[in-house]
């Protein structure tokens, strides 16, 4: 479901993504706690794109805590994880994630003569 984690367009020339979530429940035990954090994807030698060995921001919130809306500022172009891991209070964990391309310098001119 898109709505477990939601950053908005998939491609933006915009720096700045909205993240939010909804639609976590654990009747038994109960959420704790929401972490969310971003890796700037890499390429590797084999020309796979993988998440970077330390994220660019991870930010953990309570479940209580007020509304799950958080801006995060890109700085540098490129393709972004964002991942949401949800921890309930007996310390079980599931995972959403999202992939952005920010691209801010690139352009696209149209000639009208072709």
């Known amino acids: 479901d898109d709505a477990m984690l ?21 009747e038994v035990a109960g959420i704790r706690s929401y972490q969310y954090s971003i890796y700037k994807l890499v390429r590797t030698g084999d020309n796979i ?3 970077a060995s330390q994220p660019i921001v991870t930010e953990e919130h309570p479940a209580d805590s007020t509304g799950p809306e958080l801006p995060v500022h890109l700085d540098e172009p490129g393709v972004y994880s964002v991942i949401l891991t949800v921890t309930d209070r007996a310390g079980n964990s599931r995972k ?7 691209d801010h310098i690139s352009s696209i001119d149209t000639n009208a003569t072709h």
């Open 6 to 26: 939601d950053i908005g367009s998939s491609v933006t020339d915009r720096g700045y993504l909205v993240i939010r979530w909804s639609g976590w429940e654990d």
């Open 49 to 51: 794109l993988t998440e």
């Open 96 to 102: 959403a994630r999202r992939i952005v391309l920010f």
